[in-house]
């Protein structure tokens, strides 16, 4: 009985292996059906598992466009760098004949110690580094040049390699910084605009990446034999600005003369052709280096971006605005000196005494506050001058190609507040803005657009697929007007006692207005009180019968509120900018003629030698530091174009012997000192009065040569 029951046991057992058995393989034949028919499994899609494991796709690059000038100057492109890595790790080497990593870190460190110009130490804590396959060198190993790559090629070390990418590069650093912008570099090698026109035209200069799509093997090489897709990269578009690089520089160097000799909180210039509106130069300073960065304190360009007061300069749009009117009458009078308005408040000319009764052709001359509140009382009204400012274009953008374009304001309601605008207070406009507006006084009453951008080419092509030109805007005067107003302006800068009359040039053929305005209370209590704090500005057209050139400039708390940087800039620059174009200027004096030279190098030259090629060349401003017969160096540097007014230093051997520097501005000394070698500390602005060496620290005390007051 018991062993029939074990019996039983053991088929009841069997059975239940034989049925489980079964199961499992019916299981498993059903998950083998799933897996080979169902394209998803568990909702993960196997054809695409398998495929990015056995695909690769590469990205291909766009090359990202070229900004050029007018003159074809490169502007921004770019360029190749380097970072420098280390292979570390003994395995890499399979043949001792040919290492490839680095055997001998001592000598590895002290040779790249000489091309990268640190310590030999320094690089030894990045070779030293433990259980590392390779490694880079932090700062100073990123960003190589060519030359940087070169010169390190040539030590021959084992191991040493190079990482290329690309980065953005403005060869001539400061130069019309802010108008440029400038773009980085992401982790991933993609380069972006911030700023400038880099930043308005990003996505046209960035063009689209392409790829490469292939099926690689285990090694992550490509299979031979399998299919490839490749979507080519599309490179960005150059783009060539109406920029004209000479008047650019003319530009920079008279703004950053302004700022070494006298100093103040900002100052902008645009000049435009005065036919077409196409901008010839624009700077805002101070500028930095896009290279780098370094030096800026603003992310807002002053030209468009940042709307002010403009004082002055808007009496002739308020003067036109009554020509168009019809209630302008030049020869009628009134009492100038103070004003005193409804509400009681009073307002007064700059010349607080006035010049008694006057013509509203000379208030305006004398740019008379006074002048403007008799001619809105007794013949305009708010809606009247708020319609031609906005006829202008104050109030709205203009349109430049540039990001961040500002409107500025025009609210004005009561009366103070109506004749505050028509003298340029309690209303905002930018540069542009009144580059704009003048336009129409050189286009016979029609507005031009200004524009920046003269065409974008696709490199690839050369087809140019964008052309600036000039686009006219709305009539807003007549010919009458236009007339009546260039012939005030003239009186302006022209006529004795004018309040522009310091602008004037020997030629007579600058005509414009100048403008100050004072300086808000942040606090919204008035107006600032102190002499320095005042926007200065001044908007002039040349020449006065046949007009090329727009010129329009204003400086911010210029030390001591002196109007003479603002002056001499201005003329510097028209004096340039007229025998560029090859125009005769009269001079008041033979030795004030200016001719150009182009810096040679002279290093390892005799001095003697340089002195007959540099007198040969007009330039006869030449000190000689040292009493060695050779030049081991010089400034200005090779290339650099400079005229006959300009100084030039030569040094001939390890000298720290400083000739009598009394005089001098502070550019030149400085530029002197650090050709010596020595550290300099400034105290003031303008010229050198008197100086103090301590050791290798020379101390110079600065002093504008004069200080003057403006309207």
């Known amino acids: 009985m018991r062993k029939k029951k074990r019996k039983n046991n053991g088929v ?57 000038s007018n003159n074809n100057d490169v502007l921004a492109q770019n360029v190749s760098s380097y970072t420098l890595i280390a292979y570390l790790d003994p395995k890499r080497t ?61 030590l021959k070390l084992p191991g040493i390699d190079f990482i290329e990418k690309s980065k953005r590069y403005y060869p001539k650093g400061n130069f019309m ?59 960005g578009k150059d783009i060539y600005l109406t920029i004209d690089s000479n008047v650019q520089f003319f530009i920079e160097q008279a703004l950053k003369k302004a700022k070494d000799e006298y100093g103040y909180e900002w100052v902008t210039m645009v000049v435009a052709d005065a036919k077409t509106g196409a901008i010839l130069g624009m700077s805002s300073n101070p500028n930095f280096d896009p290279n780098t960065r370094e030096g800026i304190t603003n992310y807002l360009d002053h030209t468009i971006s940042s709307p002010y007061e403009p004082g002055s300069t808007m009496k002739t749009f308020t003067y036109m605005a009554a020509m168009e009117a019809g209630v302008y009458d030049g020869s009628e009078t009134y009492h100038s000196g103070t004003y005193t308005t ?73 009366e103070t507040e109506i004749f505050n605008a028509g003298f340029g207070q309690g209303i905002t406009t930018t540069p542009m803005q009144n580059i704009q507006a003048l336009t129409s006084l050189t286009n016979d009453g029609v507005i031009m657009k200004p524009y920046l951008v003269k065409k974008i080419v696709d490199k690839d092509t050369g087809e140019a697929i964008y052309k600036g030109e000039k686009k006219e805007g709305e009539r807003v005067a007549s010919d009458a007007t236009v ?4 012939s005030i302006m003239n009186d302006a800068v022209n006529s004795e006692g004018a309040a522009a009359s310091a602008y004037a040039i020997p030629s007579g053929e600058l005509i414009g207005k100048t403008g100050t305005a004072q300086i808000a209370d942040q606090n919204g209590s008035g107006y600032l009180t102190d002499k320095s704090d005042i926007i200065s500005s001044f908007a002039g057209i040349y020449p006065k019968d046949n007009p090329e050139i727009i010129i329009y400039t204003s400086m911010s708390r210029p030390t001591n509120g002196s109007q003479r940087p603002l002056i001499n800039a201005v003329k510097e620059v028209l004096s340039n900018i007229a025998k560029y174009y090859g125009e005769t200027v009269e001079e008041t004096d033979t030795t004030d003629k200016v001719t150009y030279y182009k810096m040679k190098s002279f290093v ?35 290339e650099s174009k400079i005229n006959n007014k300009d100084k030039v230093f030569l040094l001939t051997d390890d000298t720290k012997e400083i000739p009598d520097i009394k005089g001098y501005s502070r550019s030149d000394a400085e530029h002197l000192l650090n050709l010596l070698g020595y550290k300099i500390v400034i105290n003031g602005k303008g010229y050198v009065t008197d100086y103090i060496i301590n050791g290798d620290t020379v101390t110079l005390n600065l002093n504008p040569k004069f200080v003057e007051r403006g309207e």
């Open 12 to 68: 009841r057992y069997s059975f239940l292996v034989i049925m489980f058995s079964l199961f499992l393989f019916g299981v498993m034949t059903y998950r083998m059906f799933e897996l080979s028919c169902s394209k998803k499994i568990d909702g993960t899609n196997l054809q695409k598992l398998a495929s990015k494991r056995t695909m690769r796709t590469e990205t291909i690059k766009a090359e990202r466009g070229t900004i050029y």
């Open 94 to 154: 399979t043949n001792k004949e040919n290492p490839q990593h680095v055997v001998d870190k001592e000598m590895t460190a002290e040779k790249l110690s000489s091309v990268l110009g640190t310590s030999k130490d320094e690089i030894l804590k990045y070779l030293n580094k433990e259980g590392v396959y390779q490694t880079e060198f932090g700062k100073i190993g990123r960003n190589l040049s060519e030359l940087d790559k070169a010169k390190i090629e040539e």
């Open 177 to 235: 910084s802010y108008t440029l912008g400038y773009a980085t570099e992401d982790d991933e090698g993609n380069i972006s605009g911030k700023m400038g026109l880099e930043l308005y035209y990003d996505k046209i200069l960035k063009g689209e990446d392409g790829k490469r799509t292939y099926q690689k093997d285990l090694r992550g090489y490509k299979i031979s034999g399998t299919k490839e897709y490749t979507k080519d990269a599309v490179n």
């Open 342 to 414: 409804s509400d009681g408040t009073v307002i007064g000319d700059w010349n607080r005494n006035g010049w008694g009764d006057i013509t509203f052709d000379r208030g305006y001359a004398m740019s008379s506050n006074v002048g403007i509140i008799n001619l809105i009382h007794r013949h305009m009204n708010s809606g009247m001058l708020r319609s031609y400012f906005r006829k202008l274009g104050f109030g709205r953008k203009t349109g430049i190609q540039l990001p961040n374009e500002a409107k500025g304001s025009l609210n004005f309601k009561y």
């Open 483 to 486: 007339t009546k107003m260039r």
């Open 604 to 638: 390892n030259e005799t001095v003697d030698k340089a002195k007959t090629t540099l007198n040969s060349n007009g330039i006869n401003d030449v000190t000689v530091l040292g009493h060695g017969t050779n030049v081991i160096n010089e400034y200005p540097e090779a």
